[in-house]
């Protein structure tokens, strides 16, 4: 990868993390830890439980499996890193490991929001055209969504990626995040930054708004179709097998809204520290909760799994 200042490469970046203050590092390094653990053994579980019940051998809980593989192999891109930094006295990350995180980071990140788009999808025709169901839903193509899926998101994360290494970078290198994201970086390039802040902005665009916009429509359907649902009680069994993923779209969405979709000069570090880590971090952590606590399903799945584990 071509880089006008080599000193970048050679040097690499500081992670400044969440707070500067030395007396906070330790209560974060804990609070933060505990939330991963807590993360990594809800994910496993839901994929656990769902493997082990045949029960949940259908698309919606096909798509949640890989959602939670993916929320593990996201929060894990991430937070190991912001851990050692947040106990070391250097914070630093090489120049290669900044891009690399990156590309993870934005591949992860993006298979997410395609696999929520696809659970939405499942939810439609679930609701709105239920004799055609195990049609659409076939097994083959329920693969082909998630390989579509996990294609469009890594081939952004690498185009990401090659734009910013063509970045240089002559000033400061400290980097006001506890990752390598996008609009951090940015701000610390000496280059030219105005042509780049179009292509992903437009990009982004595509990539991250097309997902959002099936899911939104799937929903506009769903709604019309309920509302034409005569008694309340049919109403609210429909749109109960909804309410889980709604809650995890609202959480993840509106976080990821905020920071990216707003020019880098209104880029704020304290709020987009916090929007940041709601995506990041409490939205993988809280979705084993969202799906178990609202689903008997899926408290019926890990119900079989302990007895199975005790047994």
Same mark, same amino acid.
């Given at each position: ?11 690499? /970046?500081?992670?400044?993390?969440? @707070? ?13 830890? &505990? +939330? ?12 656990? !439980?769902? #493997?082990?019940? @045949? ?17 593990? #192999? /996201?929060?894990? %891109? ?7 930094? @947040? ?11 900044c891009l690399v995180q990156m590309y993870f980071f934005m591949a992860f990140g993006n298979t997410d929001s395609y696999l929520l788009a696809s659970m939405a999808i499942d939810r439609l025709v679930a609701i709105c055209n239920p004799l055609?169901?195990? %049609? !659409? ?12 899926? #996990? ?28 990752? #390598? ?5 940015l701000k610390l390039s000496c280059s030219d930054t105005s042509s780049s802040q179009i292509v992903v902005m437009t990009e982004t665009l595509a990539v991250i708004v097309t997902p959002f916009l099936c899911i939104l429509f799937s929903y506009?359907?769903?709604?019309? &179709? ?5 008694? !309340? ?15 995890? %779209? ?24 916090? !929007?940041?880590? +709601?995506? &990041? ?16 399903? +899926? ?13």
């Open positions: 990868m071509e880089l006008k200042n080599q000193s970048s490469s050679t040097s690499g /970046f500081i992670l400044l993390g969440l @707070s500067s203050n030395p007396h906070l590092q330790k209560p974060l390094f804990a609070i933060f830890l &505990t +939330m991963y653990l807590v993360t990594l053994v809800g994910n496993m579980l839901i994929i656990l !439980a769902i #493997c082990s019940d @045949s029960r949940l051998h259908t698309p919606m809980y096909f798509f949640l499996s890989n959602l939670s593989f993916m929320d593990i #192999c /996201f929060t894990t %891109v991430i937070v190991p890193k912001m851990l050692e930094n @947040s106990l070391s006295e250097t914070k630093g990350i090489s120049y290669v490991g055609h169901y195990d %049609v !659409a839903m076939r097994p083959h193509r329920c693969l082909l969504m998630l390989l579509g899926s #996990c294609t469009i998101s890594h081939l952004h994360a690498l185009f990401r990626v090659l734009l910013m290494s063509r970045l240089s970078f002559c000033a400061s290198h400290v980097i006001k995040h506890f990752f #390598c994201d996008t609009q951090p970086v506009l359907r769903i709604i019309v &179709t309920v509302l034409r649902i005569p008694s !309340a009680a049919g109403k609210w069994k429909a749109f109960s097998t909804c309410g889980s993923h709604l809650t995890v %779209v609202i959480l993840f969405y509106g976080s990821v809204i905020y920071v990216y979709f707003r020019p880098l000069s209104m880029y704020s570090v304290v709020k987009d520290r916090i !929007a940041t880590v +709601m995506y &990041t971090v409490v939205t993988p952590m809280l979705n084993p909760f969202i799906y178990s606590l609202r689903n008997k399903d +899926m408290k019926r799945g890990l119900r079989k799994l302990k007895d199975r584990i005790h047994s």
